[in-house]
């Protein structure tokens, strides 16, 4: 099962593009990326997923190279209401690979 | 709102007691699984039910068990409890156990073991 790494912490100012990478090195074939948002004492949050290149929603874009070893979650212009820990998540539902597993998460901290 | 409910949001139990806590899947999604989050930590997955059935565990010890109901509703049991299950309990649900659908989590449930 793939298992990831993503830095502890990161800081940013409001208005900035905040980009939090991930690095899942065994990654499966059948895997999919997905990233969450959690705020303290509430349950995760889902913001986007994908399988490979570029996924953009209305709040996020991710990016994932060709080899799926890494991706990298990109916040635009980031608000004091996105302080919160991001994780990444690697799995994919079915067969043996049915169990989700978080990374150490990346605790965002956006100042004035 | 993820349409995933749980309760209750907040207990506490004494040491050796029993508890169930309850989980109301997003409509239509009958794939539901349970994680542990301890203070501090991520989600540390328990099981997964898929049509009522067990498919799938985590490193958890037997006194952790768990239903799903045709409705696809479910329930975790916690037996024997002990200090260190004090956590946050999170239900999520899905479409189906197929690779790529999302999964939405509920609020969860804060269980303090005292």
């Known amino acids: 099962l793939a298992k990831t790494t993503q830095p502890i912490s990161m800081d940013s100012y409001e208005g900035q593009e905040v980009n939090i990478t991930c690095s899942h090195n065994?990654?499966?074939?059948?895997?999919?990326i997905t990233w969450y948002q959690q705020f303290p004492s509430q349950g995760p949050r889902f913001i986007i997923q994908?399988?490979?290149t570029k996924v953009t929603n209305e709040v996020a874009s991710l990016f994932i190279p060709a080899d799926r070893k890494s991706s990298t979650l990109s916040l635009p212009r980031v608000s004091l209401s996105d302080t919160a820990v991001y994780y990444c998540?690697?799995?994919?539902?079915?067969?043996?690979?049915?169990?989700?597993?978080f990374g150490t998460g990346t605790l965002l901290a956006v100042q004035p | 709102e993820t349409g995933v409910t749980q309760s209750p949001t907040h207990l506490i139990k004494t040491r050796g007691q029993q508890v169930t806590l309850r989980c109301s899947s997003q409509?239509?999604?009958?794939?539901v699984s349970w994680y542990q989050q301890a203070l501090g930590q991520g989600p540390q997955f328990i099981f997964q039910?898929?049509?009522?059935?067990?498919?799938g565990r985590g490193n958890f010890p037997p006194r952790f068990s768990g239903l799903q109901f045709p409705n696809y509703s479910s329930e975790l049991n916690v037996n024997a409890l002990e200090l260190d299950d004090s956590a946050l309990y999170l239900c999520?649900?899905?479409?189906?156990?197929?690779?790529?659908?999302?999964?939405?989590f509920g609020e969860g449930s804060w269980l303090t073991v005292v």
């Open positions: 065994n990654i499966a074939t059948n895997d999919y």
């Open positions: 998540l690697v799995g994919g539902w079915g067969g043996a690979t049915n169990k989700l597993i």
């Open positions: 409509s239509g999604h009958n794939t």
């Open positions: 994908g399988y490979k």
């Open positions: 999520a649900s899905s479409l189906e156990a197929a690779a790529g659908n999302t999964i939405y």
């Open positions: 039910y898929y049509r009522e059935e067990e498919n």
